[in-house]
């Protein structure tokens, strides 16, 4: 996924060949060199800086607020929530490191940064979509396991924390081809030299990068896509055919309705944010990788940039539809320090999904409560609980 060229494209497009031979062959090397350094679009620079700046900041700060709170509250040690931190500091990585890189190597003509940034600039992103990928797809298949097999022993935080390992494991090892073929090369461009951070794959060039694209994409979008679409559509088959064992009135009856719609209709946009946030740049990359000598896919950066935006706006959305919808969090954040409470599934945890699989509790006169991340099904009355 090479786009060295793509502001040089970009800049060179201004102009007609006639004014193209006037620039680089009737003119000496120096002015053409300043002519062609001096065509950085700053009006771009700018929007790109703004625009990324506030997704970066944003994403930073619900990120990190999400791992603090989950970290510091014992009571929100659980697997799910390990999953959903996990996913977080995946999301600090590329906000943190790749965006920054990337605006740099796509406003400037010269890379200065070093091989080390360089080779970090793809394959800290890869890294980071790896993680956040294989973490929701461990998400989705631990609450289809909890849902449809509630009588299997649930996954416990210690094998929470070794699938967390085993995620970065695999991540950090199908990303390494994006940073072993990263290289900075020094490139001769009509009569200017450039030095640029650009993909240094072994002959034939095009053929590595079309199969390393398509491998990328199938990996990291279509396979995790297709099985989170599968559990969740299995987990919404089974909610909606359950009805609520024992007596209930009308009232509560319309109360499990409505509930099982909201619930449904969380993990409907869980999926749609990942297919949507993550479909344009994929796109980008297959057309623009498959037919790179055509005028209709070429390399664009406002294309890209464009796309790489609506990729990363998922780190701002993931930690307010997991998270920050959760009235469990919301205390958190408003009181600004633990409470003290007893043990309780409080309404709309990621963890109430594990009950729904339970059955109403034959100990009590209770209505059972099916449970889902961030909504509950039924609103029961609350145990009682110390506040802050």
Same mark, same amino acid.
Request: charge should be positive.
């Given at each position: ?142 609450? $289809? +396991? ?5 009588? #299997?022993?649930?996954?416990? =935080?210690?094998?929470? %924390?070794? @699938?967390? !390992? ?85 009232? $509560? +009856? ?5 509930? #099982?719609?909201?619930?449904? =209709?969380?993990?409907? %946009?869980? @999926?749609? !944010? ?115």
């Amino acid at each position: 996924m090479d786009h060295d060229f793509t502001l040089i494209y970009d800049y060179l497009d201004n102009f007609d060949n006639k004014t193209l031979k006037n620039l680089f062959e009737n003119t000496n090397s120096s002015l053409a060199s300043s002519h062609f350094h001096g065509g950085i679009d700053q009006s771009r620079t700018l929007w790109l800086g703004l625009s990324f700046g506030i997704l970066v900041l944003l994403s930073l700060c619900f990120n990190s607020l999400i791992c603090c709170i989950i970290f510091r509250n014992k009571n929100l040690h659980t697997v799910t929530n390990i999953f959903l931190a996990n996913m977080a500091m995946s999301d600090i990585l590329l906000v943190s490191i790749n965006v920054p890189l990337n605006i740099v190597r796509n406003v400037t003509y010269e890379w200065t940064l070093g091989i080390i940034l360089c080779k970090a600039l793809t394959y800290s992103i890869m890294v980071s979509s790896y993680v956040s990928t294989f973490t929701l797809t461990a998400i989705a298949f631990d609450r $289809q +396991r909890v849902l449809l097999h509630p009588l #299997k022993p649930r996954m416990t =935080k210690q094998t929470g %924390a070794a @699938v967390i !390992v085993v995620i970065w494991i695999m991540a950090f090892t199908l990303a390494l081809p994006y940073g072993f073929f990263n290289s900075v090369r020094e490139m001769d461009i009509f009569v200017v030299k450039v030095t640029r951070c650009r993909s240094a794959f072994p002959e034939p060039k095009m053929k590595w990068e079309q199969y390393l694209t398509i491998a990328t994409i199938l990996v990291q979008y279509v396979i995790p896509l297709t099985i989170i679409g599968v559990a969740y559509v299995r987990i919404i088959h089974k909610l909606w055919l359950r009805n609520q064992l024992g007596y209930v009135t009308e009232d $509560q +009856r319309m109360r499990q309705i409505r509930a #099982k719609r909201k619930s449904i =209709k969380l993990l409907i %946009a869980v @999926v749609m !944010v990942f297919a949507v946030c993550w479909m344009p740049l994929n796109l980008y990359h297959l057309l623009t990788d498959l037919h790179p000598n055509t005028k209709t896919f070429k390399y664009d950066s406002l294309a890209f940039f464009v796309c790489l935006w609506v990729a990363v706006s998922s780190t701002c959305i993931n930690p307010f539809l997991y998270c920050w919808i959760n009235p469990h969090f919301r205390s958190r954040i408003m009181k600004k320090k633990a409470c003290r409470e007893k043990k309780e599934k409080s309404e709309g945890s990621f963890e109430e999904l594990e009950d729904m699989a339970s059955g109403p509790d034959t100990n009590t006169q209770e209505t059972h409560v099916y449970k889902f991340p961030v909504l509950s099904f039924l609103k029961q009355k609350s145990d009682k609980s110390v506040y802050c």
